[in-house]
């Protein structure tokens, strides 16, 4: 694992209990935890699932992040989608369970948010 992954994956569980709390508006370490989430959502690689719902929330909370935020959301969204893309059956199905676990937390701010289908 890389480094950047386990901050962003102790991030993302360390906001579930924040977003849940304060669905309104994400904070800056959040937001680009929910990119990651939204690039695992995203990707072919880990099984179909409707992310319209999801795709709508970041645009929205995106809309007031700063350049550098936005970036590094972005990267975020892109190393994600590229670790499910290159993952062996035993990555794939860890970044499942992220996206599936950790990732759901994120769906509620989006109200009924999106379902993974596996």
Do not use: W
């Not at 935890?33 to 709508?56: E, M, P, V, W």
């Not at 290159?86 to 701010?109: I, K």
Request: aromatic letters at 4%.
């Amino acid at each position: 694992m890389s480094v950047i992954r386990n901050i962003v994956l102790v991030a993302a569980l360390a906001a579930t209990s924040a977003v849940l709390a304060s669905p309104s508006q994400l904070s800056d370490s959040q937001y680009i935890a929910a990119a990651r989430c939204q690039g695992l959502i995203g990707s072919h690689a880990l099984g179909s699932s409707d992310s319209s719902a999801f795709d709508k929330m970041m645009k929205s909370e995106g809309a007031t992040r700063t350049a550098a935020v936005f970036q590094m959301a972005d990267d975020a969204r892109s190393n994600a989608s590229r670790e499910a893309r290159n993952a062996s059956a035993t990555g794939r199905s860890a970044l499942v369970s992220e996206r599936d676990g950790a990732c759901q937390s994120f769906t509620s701010a989006a109200g009924s948010g999106p379902r993974a289908a596996n």
